[in-house]
């Protein structure tokens, strides 16, 4: 069978045989789904019939579960004129337009196609390309202040490149709607570097039939582009603040630095510059002293487009910088992601009775909170961290190397990439985290907090083990751990436990 995207080798054919196949899945899975609601029948699976990649699969069963009509949609969410001129000037993605015009657009002998970029949202915000292409494409909606996400739409490549947060690519038949099928979508997420968010996506679509491979490859090239002039402008900003500062920290009396809004660092004085403070995810608070955790104690003012942060306690009683995520010469000093470096040894001192909450409500953005003796904390996960705390608080028993890897990947050698993460984690949590085998230490108390959807739960994960949990919160059959029980039932079922393979 051919991987699901891979062209044949005459692109020039109407109705290739990639196309067909995939239409008969699309059939097939959506019929035999329909079936099993209707029976309530869980009979095996049909081993000689094509399967859909897991990230399409698990789309379709999301929207068969919202009820959308394959064949109409749902209602369309357009922006009126004045909300998409606000939105382009507050994506940050309008001066890169035309770097993505020349690099996506503009190549000789490429096939005729659309160049949309979406907002974090999913609103297109611009859309251009060849007039024939873009008239086919009104007629589906894809047009400049549509709204397009799955449960208007259905399975797409904006939505599913945002859902993910990677490239994807959604071809033909693997569009939910049937009106789709005649397109291919290829889509790249686009991060502030500055702050790790995700602000939007870039997306190119064409007829299914014509859509080259390597275009998924040149979609991500060009996020990546994308990405490197927003860095370049935030280091623009950061210098400009540097100038702004430089007086001030002159007239200030004792240590003091200089940080943007999302902490990174544009000057400093009496004390060594750190790449980056981690700021509070949920923002300050209205008091007028704050604890960092490289930092100790700190009065905080608000300065121009950034932050003026006095240290109030001597360096010598204050957390040692050389231990935390703002100390140079540290590999996690400019990790936007992870967000827990610098607490291994406070969090080490506060493991008895310590409460911690996985907060993964929101796709795409899942935190950490820590509640104990030493303080209290809340940082933003990687999505790989989130994936393996999660397998973690759901099997407080533990669980090897070769058990998480099966659970991540389906292929249980692939320890050294678990035992790399695994290491990163423990360093920076202490004793919250015990090994041999890997698991929360017992005197901790895990809450997992999900999204209302369940497929909504971590939803750039296609790890076997995290689409079972899925499925498993969908049937009602596991709980997440801290859930409420459904209503009416007691005793509770155990919290979100999940056949794993032996170790």
Not at 207 to 233: D, F, G, I, N
Not at 340 to 362: H, I, K, T
Not at 418 to 440: D, K, M, N, Q, T
Request: charged share 20%; aromatic share 4%; net charge positive.
């Amino acid at each position: 069978m051919r991987q699901p995207g891979r062209q044949t080798r005459r692109p020039e054919r109407r109705t290739p045989q990639t196309a067909a196949e995939l239409a008969k899945v699309h059939e097939r899975a959506l019929a035999e789904a329909a079936a099993r609601a209707a029976a309530r029948d869980t009979a095996p699976d049909d081993p000689s019939l094509f399967q859909p990649r897991p990230e399409i699969g698990d789309s379709w069963e999301r929207l068969r579960r919202l009820g959308l009509d394959p064949d109409a949609g749902a209602a369309a969410v357009h922006l009126g004129p004045a909300e998409i001129e606000r939105r382009r000037r507050t994506s940050g993605l309008d001066p890169l337009l035309p770097v993505l015009r020349g690099t996506l657009l503009e190549q000789p002998g490429q096939p005729p196609l659309i160049l949309a970029i979406a907002d974090a949202d999913g609103h297109i915000l611009w859309q251009e390309g060849e007039r024939g292409l873009r008239r086919s494409a009104d007629r589906i909606g894809f047009l400049t202040g549509a709204r397009w996400i799955e449960e208007s739409v259905g399975t797409n490549g904006i939505a599913a490149a945002l859902r993910a947060q990677r490239p994807m690519q959604v071809h033909s038949a693997e569009h939910y709607l049937r009106s789709h099928h005649s397109w291919t979508c290829v889509a790249a997420p686009v991060h502030d570097p500055g702050t790790g968010r995700l602000i939007g996506a870039i997306n190119l679509s064409g007829p299914a039939h014509s859509v080259r491979p390597y275009l998924l490859q040149l979609t991500a090239t060009a996020a990546k582009l994308a990405e490197t002039e927003l860095r370049a402008r935030r280091l623009e900003s950061l210098h400009h603040l540097r100038t702004l500062a430089a007086p001030m920290l002159a007239r200030v009396n004792g240590p003091a630095l200089v940080v943007d809004a999302a902490g990174w660092t544009a000057a400093a004085a009496g004390l060594p510059p750190p790449a980056r403070l981690r700021l509070p995810a949920e923002g300050w608070s209205t008091t007028a002293v704050h604890w960092l955790p490289s930092l100790g104690e700190c009065v905080i003012e608000p300065l121009a487009d950034g932050w003026l942060v006095r240290p109030v306690l001597p360096r010598d009683t204050a957390p040692a910088p050389t231990g935390g995520p703002d100390a140079p010469g540290r590999p996690d000093d400019t990790d936007d992601t992870g967000g827990l470096s610098g607490l291994g040894g406070l969090l080490a001192e506060q493991a008895e009775g310590a409460r911690v909450r996985l907060d993964l409500r929101r796709a795409g953005s899942p935190a950490l909170s820590v509640h104990g003796a030493a303080g209290s904390w809340s940082h933003a996960l990687s999505p790989r961290h989130a994936e393996l705390l999660l397998l973690l608080a759901t099997e407080r028993n533990g669980l090897s190397a070769a058990q998480l890897a099966d659970a991540l990947f389906g292929d249980p050698a692939r320890t050294v990439t678990v035992r790399a993460e695994l290491s990163r984690l423990r360093r920076h949590l202490g004793g919250l985290l015990a090994h041999r085998p890997y698991r929360f230490a017992e005197s901790v108390l895990v809450g997992v907090a999900g999204p209302d959807d369940p497929y909504d739960l971590l939803p750039s994960s296609s790890g076997p083990a995290v689409r079972r949990l899925r499925a498993g919160l969908a049937g009602g059959t596991v709980r997440l751990p801290g859930a409420p029980p459904p209503p009416g039932q007691l005793p509770a079922p155990r919290t979100g436990r999940l056949p794993l393979p032996p170790a």
